[in-house]
């Protein structure tokens, strides 16, 4: 009898790993199905560049239907609850039905929750003059709302840690500098980055490096801010030790939580991740089911190049768990990301759970080197072809030519 | 690496001042970096101390502030009046455990 590989959600992470499994297994005797709640796959790096006008809608939504290699199925759903003991997951279409699986992936991400920051969402507030960006709605309403900008206090407000794609904060504000500098705006306006963290970013070498471009362009830093409510009344943050950030415009980066389907399955944590073996990538309760992308409490960047780099290590060691070999510890947690710092240039950073960013060289075959934590034209450039070798490689299961792991090939450590 | 006087002990600590080796940790090792934060231990300090260094040795990882709110049934505002600041990071040092890496 065939066996059955279940995919809990078809981004990023879902969609490659199904695809790199589609061409590895024998599917004369395997099934593999991909569940997902929606139709469209967002090409999410790119929301940053929509509120600046750079990317429109239409640049970043594919239907999801088409990413699939032939020979996996899709299902059109959301998922009710995980049931790992008894090896299978209800879907809430057709009435609630199960589909049973010898081996499961969960890939169901994480999302923004407005609603968990008190009057963030009110309706004097929401959609007018305070804005999420990581949704391709509050994308767009702030790009709308940008154009009519005159000036005042833009505050940039990251509620908490750990968040996608966590350098994407620092990249708007860099392009809000560079956006309102060529719109004759920047002298009107005074631009404040609030954060939980205690720097720019934690890790101290990138902290230095990107404390002072944030200092270079006189963009204001609040280091340790954590945010409990926002009143609409007064236009203001309030932090849990009272301190007020008055704002004009507001730009959220809600709390991140995983898929409510994890906390209905009672498998995940406070913020509804799977705790996961970081090197493996299996859950650590249960036996046959992995963890892939941003769902994962791995400590690392919950970031699409980490999700490549889990798939990569991931393919070749779930061909010899199903051949009955042990596991091997083959992640490193590497993260690998383009950051834009605005007027055409950009810094990538690369690291591990063990080696922070450092600055030096990223060498890639055809196309880099790149600069590593240094601002060049090329990183940007890098960063803008992305879009293209996202949907034409990466979604297809095609490879890039670099290894999975981290390289200190080039770096100046 | 820097090594600091505890009484009769003599711990390594980091360039930012945190306990190098968790193990080494004792109750006199808090209070002394309490007092240096200007804290004075409450046995409510102490359930968040407790907490924390639970919460390390079960996972091997320092909690975030919410790891230890939803964990330690503690409310977020009281956090940070027992620990001003920055709760997460203070309580670390303060238990003995690693600075929370806040991953990236």
């Not at chain 1, 709308?144 to 350098?167: A, F, H, Q, S, Y």
């Not at chain 1, 779930?318 to 009955?324: E, H, K, M, T």
């Amino acid at each position: 009898m065939a066996k059955t590989l279940l995919v809990l959600g078809g981004g990023t992470a879902g969609t490659m790993a199904a695809n790199r499994l589609a061409q590895e297994l024998d599917m004369d005797q395997w099934r593999i199905i991909v569940v997902d709640h929606s139709k469209i796959h967002y090409y999410q790096p790119g929301f940053l560049f929509i509120p600046f006008g750079i990317y429109k809608e239409r640049d970043v939504v594919k239907p999801r239907r088409t990413y699939f290699a032939p020979g996996v199925e899709f299902i059109l759903s959301e998922i009710d609850v995980i049931e790992p003991d008894k090896k299978r997951v209800r879907i809430k279409a057709d009435g609630g039905r199960y589909i049973s699986y010898d081996f499961l992936i969960i890939a169901t991400g994480t999302s923004p929750r407005p609603d968990q920051t008190p009057g963030l969402q009110d309706e004097r507030l929401w959609y007018k003059d305070a804005f999420d960006f990581y949704t391709l709605q509050g994308a767009v309403r702030l790009a709308r709302r940008l154009r009519t900008w005159e000036g005042g206090r833009l505050v940039l407000n990251i509620v908490d840690m750990p968040i996608k794609c966590p350098v994407a904060p620092l990249e708007f504000i860099f392009l809000a500098d560079w956006y309102l500098r060529e719109n004759g705006l920047r002298d009107k306006t005074e631009l404040v980055f609030v954060t939980p963290l205690p720097g720019a970013f934690t890790k101290p070498r990138a902290a230095a490096i990107l404390g002072h471009m944030l200092e270079e362009r006189g963009i204001h830093l609040v280091t340790d801010y954590y945010i409990e409510r926002v009143d609409p009344e007064r236009k203001v943050i309030v932090s849990y030790d009272e301190r007020e950030e008055p704002f004009d415009l507001l730009v959220s980066i809600p709390l991140n939580m995983g898929s409510d389907a994890i906390a209905r399955s009672g498998i995940g944590n406070e913020l509804n991740y799977v705790p996961t073996d970081p090197r493996t990538l299996r859950a650590k309760d249960f036996e046959d089911v992995f963890v892939l992308g941003d769902a994962t409490d791995v400590p690392t960047s919950k970031a699409g190049s980490v999700a490549h780099f889990m798939v990569d290590s991931f393919v070749p060691n779930f061909l010899r768990y199903i051949d009955g070999l042990e596991l091997l510890p083959t992640f490193d947690g590497h993260a690998n990301c383009y950051i834009e710092s605005g007027f055409g240039k950009g810094i990538l950073i690369d690291f591990n759970y063990d080696v922070e960013p450092l600055p030096g060289k990223f060498p890639l075959p055809g196309l880099g080197p790149f600069s590593l934590l240094q601002e060049s034209v090329i990183n940007h450039w890098g960063k803008m072809l992305f879009r293209t070798l996202y949907w034409h490689v990466l979604m297809k299961g095609r490879r890039l030519p670099m290894p999975a792991q981290m390289m200190m090939a080039g770096k100046w450590s | 690496m820097p090594v600091r006087q505890f009484g009769a002990l003599q711990l390594e600590v980091d360039n930012e001042g945190y306990l190098v080796n968790p193990k080494d940790w004792t109750p006199e090792v808090a209070e002394a970096f309490a007092k240096e934060e200007g804290i004075e231990l409450t046995d409510r300090h102490w359930e968040v101390i407790n907490f924390v260094r639970k919460y390390y040795e079960e996972r091997g990882q320092s909690p975030t502030i919410r790891q230890i709110t939803v964990g330690a049934g503690i409310p977020t505002k009281e956090l940070f009046k027992l620990f001003p600041g920055g709760p997460a990071k203070k309580v670390a040092r303060i238990a003995g455990v690693p600075k929370p890496a806040g991953c990236i």
